[in-house]
């Protein structure tokens, strides 16, 4: 995983604050540790009333530190020292207290001190009743923490502990971690806007049929979890898939190839990169059926009609121009080369993921990819047996390449 390599060896900074969502940042510190980070805990006076530094002592493995000044070891100054070797700041949870602190500059406490003497990224996670977190001042607060460079890893919505529903619950884990890992990755797709399409279609037959594959979505879903995560604003059109929407990326669930082509070709003059990962049916039955096909014991025929080429379509309309950038799949077996430069020069792409069906270990269903890329200029390059991750991640540098050049 791509994630757990770069976590590893980082020195991550966890200032806890004086919230009930302390407990649940106890288990961040093992989730981060497994990826290979130390974990360093500094905590509020407050924080230590929820939740006992022992515990984050025992979990992170290291001392935790509360005050300024640490008695027992008066060679360090805490807030400068931890501050140098940190690679990252993770404030988690955020009380609307410690928000304010930070937004005001001020230095009163370790994590805020911290903050202030840092160099490296912060990431905030605010956790609070909803009338202190919708409060204007929680807002403006927010607001100048953002215009400081630090991420703010939005709070979800819910029931909270004080009996109230709105946003303030500590966001999940899996928001935190992608927000972390944004932090640590160079922000070379930034301000770029890319669409990424996934998993399969569904064709209807009648109100219960249709014709599909066991395309899981997997592959386009790492596509814009990690072009979010290199900066780009990420559209996901994916066909039905069991994987839940990812974090920060806008997502369009579809079902059948014309309703993909019609969200695609309504967004693709926006774009800068277009990424076909979905696996489109190439045909779809002739004629849809409102009422539910009955046998009637005579076997039975379908005939079926072409689907529109998305991305043929989209090579079209490109004619010359340089963006949006396109890049598309094949599913081949055999001479898969020749055919992917066929493929290639047909569909005008710019690059070209080439998965062997043939393998056991690549394509539907599986965690991993073994794909081979051609750009438009005849280059062909091997990547290894990856996770579809990694393998992802390692498209969107050539990317990245192609629109720096
Ligand atoms: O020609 P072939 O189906 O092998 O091409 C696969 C590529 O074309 C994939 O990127 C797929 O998303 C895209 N495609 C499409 N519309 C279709 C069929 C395939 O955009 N109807």
């Known amino acids: 995983m791509p994630g757990g390599n770069l976590l590893t060896d980082k020195k991550i900074i966890l200032g806890i604050s004086g919230g009930i969502a302390a407990y649940k940042v106890a ?23 929820f939740v006992t530094p022992l515990t984050f002592a025992a979990l992170s493995g290291r001392k935790v530190y509360e005050g300024m000044f640490d008695p027992n070891d008066v060679e360090r100054i805490p807030h400068i020292s931890l501050a140098a070797e940190a690679d ?22 370790l994590p805020a001190a911290l903050v202030l003497a840092h160099q490296s990224p912060v990431i905030i996670c605010p956790a609070m009743n909803c009338n202190m977190y919708l409060h204007p001042a929680t ?6 923490l953002k215009t400081y460079g630090y991420r703010i890893v939005e709070p979800g919505r819910g029931s909270l502990a004080c009996d109230t529903e709105g946003p303030g619950r500590l966001a999940d884990w899996s928001y935190a971690k992608e927000a972390i890992y944004a932090a640590l990755t160079k922000q070379n797709l930034a301000d770029r806007k890319v669409l990424v399409t996934a998993g399969p279609t ?9 014709l599909g594959n066991r395309s899981s979505g997997r592959m386009g879903f790492a596509l814009a979890v990690t072009a979010r995560r290199r900066g780009a604003e990420v559209t996901l059109v994916t066909g039905p898939s069991e994987l839940p929407d990812p974090p920060e990326i806008n997502v369009i669930r579809i079902s059948s190839a014309e ?6 070709l309504e967004r693709c003059q926006d774009m800068d990169v277009i990424v076909k990962a979905a696996a489109v049916s ?12 009955k046998k009637a014991g005579a076997g039975f025929t379908m005939n079926l009609t072409e689907n529109p080429d998305i991305l043929k379509t989209l090579g079209e309309r490109k004619g010359k121009s340089p963006l949006p950038l396109l890049v598309g799949f094949a599913a081949e077996s055999g001479d898969f080369i020749n055919e992917g430069r066929r493929k290639l020069r047909e569909k005008n792409l710019d690059l070209l993921a080439i998965n062997d069906i043939t393998s056991k270990e690549a394509g539907f269903g599986v965690e991993t990819n073994r ?35």
């Open 27 to 49: 288990d961040w510190v093992r989730k981060l540790r497994r990826e290979g980070a130390g974990v360093q805990v500094v905590m509020t006076g407050d924080a230590t009333r």
């Open 88 to 109: 990252l700041i993770l404030i988690a949870p955020a009380t609307a207290q410690t928000i304010a602190r930070l937004a005001s500059g001020m230095a009163d406490d």
């Open 282 to 293: 190439d045909f779809r039955p002739a004629e849809y059926s409102a009422g539910k096909l």
């Open 202 to 210: 569904h064709e209807p037959l009648d109100p219960v049929r249709y």
């Open 371 to 405: 794909i081979t890329l051609l750009n438009r200029h005849g280059d062909q390059e091997k990547i290894p047996l990856l996770s579809k991750e990694d393998t992802a991640d390692l498209i969107w540098k050539r990317v990245a390449d192609l629109l720096a050049q």
């Open 259 to 264: 309703e993909m082509a019609a969200e695609v």
């Open 139 to 144: 807002q403006a607060n927010l607001d100048r």
